[in-house]
């Protein structure tokens, strides 16, 4: 069965830092990876797609990279903004459990003026 | 492009009652998915609709059902409430395998 974790569970920053978010899952045979952010009380907003055969994906001051083999993900947010306050989920999708996404818990960042 | 719609937005039900809720996904995708979110947790998947039938299912009981229309548009109902069925509901579209959608979700209380 697979399992995704993500840490920290929390963050809480001050505006301008450049942090790192961690995701990790259990199985590696992995289809692809996304990373989601997702507002209170809102939906999720796609923000990186990371195909199994690559290694990283930017948008903007967003950078994700992948690790199948350590079964590791990562997100980087380069100057934080007041406005990326949010949390953040992972999510792996692979051919052994179907198309669905199987996500992470989320990490909950606030980035302080 | 509209994206993926959700109805209702909110809904209050009490134990034992019945909901259905709606979801068209977005302009040419074939694919819809449903997925419950717990507060403080990553969504769960229930079940994924593809041409009109469902394709894949979750860990979720049959009191969890569906339907796919032939304009790919879908409905998740849950019967006979629990409490601890209160939670936000995600829709999801896609192009068969390829990148999912989310809508902006249902949020359902069980009283």
């Known amino acids: 069965k697979q399992e995704v974790t993500q840490i920290p569970a929390a963050l809480s920053v001050p505006e301008g830092e450049n942090l790192v978010l961690n995701c990790s899952f259990t199985d590696s045979a992995i289809y692809n990876l996304q990373w989601f952010r997702q507002d209170p009380g809102k939906g999720l907003t796609s923000l990186l797609l990371?195909?199994?055969?690559?290694r990283e994906q930017t948008s903007g001051r967003l950078n994700a990279s992948l690790d199948k083999s350590s079964g590791r993900s990562t997100l980087y947010i380069a100057a934080s903004q007041p406005g990326d306050s949010a949390t953040y989920l992972c999510?792996?999708?692979?051919?052994?459990?179907?198309?669905?996404?199987?996500f992470g818990p989320g990490t909950r960042l606030s980035v302080l003026p | 492009d509209a994206g993926v719609t959700q109805s209702p937005t909110h809904l209050i039900k009490t134990r034992g009652q019945q909901v259905t809720l709606r979801c068209s996904p977005k302009?040419?995708?074939?694919?819809v998915s449903w997925y419950q979110q717990a507060l403080g947790q990553g969504p769960q998947f229930i079940f994924q609709y593809y041409e009109e039938e469902e394709r894949q299912r979750g860990n979720f009981p049959d009191r969890f059902s569906g339907h796919q229309f032939p304009n790919y548009s879908s409905e998740l109902n849950v019967n006979a409430l629990l409490l601890g069925d209160s939670a936000l509901y995600l829709c999801?579209?896609?192009?068969?395998?390829?990148?999912?959608?989310f809508g902006p979700g249902t949020r359902l209380t069980v009283t």
């Open positions: 990371i195909q199994s055969s690559q």
């Open positions: 999801a579209s896609s192009l068969d395998e390829y990148e999912q959608y």
């Open positions: 999510a792996v999708r692979h051919g052994n459990y179907g198309q669905n996404f199987v």
């Open positions: 302009s040419g995708h074939d694919t």
